[in-house]
């Protein structure tokens, strides 16, 4: 499977207009086009705090995933506001730890300007899920 494809095809990142342009051994890559219905702002252009959060875990879990090509819940993401997006975002996500039970990622958010906007930490399940669960690698989007 295509991860590129996968976590394209989801239906919550393209309502949202995420977009993960890289993804490798333990490394992604996601942007994201900064619209109008994302500001938490009437009179200019402001992330909402949830943006670039959904953005940073999208990313964290898209090098989770990378490492071994299985599926990968969130279990818990903190995030560090450190300026306000007013333009398009990237996030970039590193693999600091994976392991047979969980991943750690850094998660790294700027705008067009390459200003620091969040950072955060992911933590991700590795181990099997059971046959029930809902998220599969397989099954296309």
Known sequence: MDLLEYF?????RRLVGIEITEIGDGYAVGELPLREEHSSNNRTL???GGVAYTLADSVGGAAAVSKEGKPTPTIDF?????????DDLRAT???VRYGSGTAVVDVEV????????????????TSDLPESAPWDLEHEA
Request: aromatic share 8%.
């Open 8 to 12: 394209n095809g989801s239906p919550f």
């Open 110 to 125: 700027t705008d067009a300007t390459e200003r620091t906007v969040a950072t955060g930490r992911g933590v991700y399940k």
């Open 46 to 48: 402001v992330a909402q």
């Open 93 to 95: 996500g590193e693999v």
């Open 78 to 86: 903190r995030i560090d506001y450190l300026n306000p997006g007013t």
